[in-house]
């Protein structure tokens, strides 16, 4: 192979066999001898070590998406890294597969750490690092032999959540980011329904094999995962969304004709009917039998390893080197910080809180006031979807004075499915395509329609949706000359802590201005970002109960009790991960005053921007570091 440095704007990149093979495998460029240029001893060591980075990175990249087939189909990821029957596999939960693969990746995470060390080029240092960092997340806990590896979630102590995993993933992903477009997708399609039940087989093994291991979930996350599985298995086949969607899919193909769509359709039904259900069925049989003994306490620490396990997590999801006690205390300075604007807040539109009335108990009255609620109802949903749309708009006409980069990937707001609702966040976004073909996603939960008071909703959307998620993601998406997975890189103080900057971002646009309410809203929203740190860290390292901290959560937020709970138990089958969004808002804040102190006038916020963005994600000692040499060259 050729490999090169190509310098686009102020960034190189690297070109290599790995450039990515992301619409196909570069081909082998042969040259004469003759035509290569001597070159010095130097040069030989730097293209060896350029080769070997792009040898680990590729191998690496390759076992982790062959380990997670549905892993690759969220990242959209091409055949000639995933596998060219990926789109037909679900995931092998298998304890000997797992273990090899993680060992593998933590090999490569080895390999990149050393020889970034050695090379001369900063660009190509920093890429090896960074690629080292995914690797080490993928490999998952050092020493910890349960739970599972996700694309995003990293490493999961609990194999069954109800957050996340085979029960809860399969169907999201196939329903909306599997790609039917074609006859051939169709049965593609068809053959991921007849892997279901294998897929179930392995992670009904790796259960008994965690059980073995000491491992007994919290009694909250198995219940939840309960529900879940009931709730997915409780319409007639033919009335689940994996047919539906997939008979939605089938009627804009063109070319299929009504008759074909109709045999399609009968085949997934049957294929729900006799691998899909009874796949389910004999995962809830078990689910049932954990439940009989779960653990009677809520933190990780509670597992075996558990200390280790929340210290990992903490240092890989909060980004950050602080002791979980560091953590607690910045949570409980930034509660009292927020609170105290709130009450401002209040006092300006007449809502001050009474003598012994909390903040907190305040914003509930006003989260209970049927004048700010849609209809319970269907038409009272579409009308809140609606007004979500709206508000995208609005952040999207506005977006040019704030950003040199505005990615053209399009968003579109949707309902999480009510299958898995009950277990699910507030609202998420999933990632368009790499081929531009499938939307960004904004989702969200609308279980409980008195969650969302209609001034609850705007910094929902600027955090999920634009400037947020959409923004960062897609912008990061479109860095073609980074590595495959730098391009989806789960780095989560950066990923969310640019969501959270993103709200107040949205305050300093203008769109609050005129909604004094939204912007109370807005600060109970970083004021339950704030509260996410005490409750993390209580529940894994203070060994809070899951009582103790809703009601520490309830009473300091005001955020509804459902909502409020759902949050609770997903910390529990997620630790570390709540800490990222405060963590990662403060450092790209105190990152951008740095930077205005610095350049004063020579100061423009949309350059600011382009450089957190156009980097891609990367872990915060990264990005300190590529806005410390911006600040030098603008000087």
């Not at 809703?550 to 005001?558: E, F, R």
């Not at 409020?564 to 105190?590: C, D, F, H, N």
Request: net charge negative; charged share 25%.
């Amino acid at each position: 192979m050729i490999l090169f440095l190509k310098k686009t704007g102020r960034h190189f990149a690297l070109g290599c066999t790995f450039a990515i093979a992301l619409a196909a495998a570069s081909p082998t460029v042969l040259v004469a001898d003759d035509d290569i240029p001597a070159l010095s001893g130097r040069d030989r060591v730097s293209r060896a070590i350029s080769s070997e980075i792009n040898i680990a990175i590729e191998e690496g990249t390759k076992t982790f998406l062959r380990l997670s087939p549905m892993g690759a189909t969220v990242l959209d990821a091409p055949a000639a890294l995933a596998g060219e029957d990926a789109d037909t596999k679900f995931d092998d939960f298998s304890p000997a597969p797992l273990k090899q693969a993680r060992a593998k990746l933590a090999v490569y995470a080895d390999q990149l750490s050393a020889l970034g060390a050695q090379s001369q080029s900063r660009a190509e240092a920093t890429n090896a690092q960074v690629m080292a960092r995914i690797f080490r997340y993928f490999a998952g806990v050092p020493g910890i032999d349960y739970g599972f590896i996700e694309p995003y979630f990293g490493h999961l102590p609990y194999a069954l959540p109800q957050i996340s995993g085979a029960a809860i993933e399969f169907p999201k992903v196939m329903t909306s980011q599997q790609r039917v477009t074609s006859a051939e997708d169709a049965e593609t399609y068809l053959k991921r329904l007849r892997a279901f039940y294998p897929s179930f087989r392995s992670l009904f093994n790796k259960l008994n094999a965690d059980g073995e291991l000491g491992v007994r979930p919290p009694k909250a996350v198995i219940n939840g995962a309960i529900g879940a599985l009931k709730r997915f298995i409780t319409p007639a086949p033919a009335e689940n969304p994996l047919v539906v969607e997939f008979r939605k899919k089938l009627d804009k193909i063109e070319g299929l004709s009504d008759e074909e769509r109709d045999e399609l359709e009968a085949r997934a039904t049957k294929l729900v009917t006799d691998e899909v259900y009874p796949a389910y069925r004999a995962l809830l049989a078990k689910a049932n039998i954990m439940a009989v003994e779960p653990s009677p306490h809520d933190g990780v620490w509670a597992q075996p390893g558990g200390e280790a396990f929340y210290a990992a997590a903490l240092k890989f999801q909060g980004d950050t080197d602080l002791s979980p006690d560091d953590v607690h205390q910045i949570g409980l300075k930034e509660v009292e910080r927020i609170t105290g604007e709130m009450a401002k807040g209040l006092a300006d539109i007449g809502e001050a809180p009474k003598p012994g009335e909390s903040v907190g108990q305040v914003m509930a009255r006003l989260g209970e006031d049927p004048r700010y609620h849609f209809p319970d109802t269907e038409e009272g949903r579409a009308e809140l979807l609606e007004l979500l749309r709206t508000q995208v708009e609005a952040v999207i006409e506005l977006a040019p004075s704030y950003f040199a980069t505005v990615p053209p990937q399009p968003v579109e707001v949707r309902r999480i499915p009510v299958f898995s609702q009950d277990g699910e966040a507030g609202g998420f976004y999933t990632q368009p395509s790499f081929d531009g073909t499938r939307p960004g996603i904004y989702w969200i939960n609308l279980r409980d329609m008195t969650a969302w008071p209609r001034w609850a909703l705007p910094t929902l959307t600027y955090h999920e949706a634009v400037p947020g998620h959409h923004f960062q993601i897609s912008i990061n998406q479109n860095l073609s000359d980074l590595p495959f997975l730098r391009r989806a890189a789960p780095f989560n103080a950066f990923v969310e802590g640019w969501a959270l900057y993103a709200e107040q971002l949205a305050y300093e646009m203008g769109l609050y201005e005129a909604d004094p309410l939204g912007n109370l809203g807005r600060l109970q929203d970083e004021l339950f970002r704030a509260v996410r740190l005490v409750v993390d860290t209580g529940l894994h390292h203070k060994r809070w109960t899951r009582e103790k901290a809703i009601n520490y959560m309830y009473n300091v937020t005001g955020t509804a009790l459902s909502e409020v709970t759902a949050e609770i138990e997903r910390y529990m089958a997620w630790p570390g991960q709540a800490t990222g969004y405060k963590l990662g808002m403060i450092k790209i804040q105190s990152l951008r005053a740095m930077a205005a102190r610095e350049l004063g006038d020579k100061f423009d916020l949309k350059a600011f921007h382009d450089e957190v963005l156009l980097g891609g994600a990367v872990p915060m000692a990264v990005l300190e570091d590529n806005i410390k040499t911006w600040i030098a060259e603008q000087k």
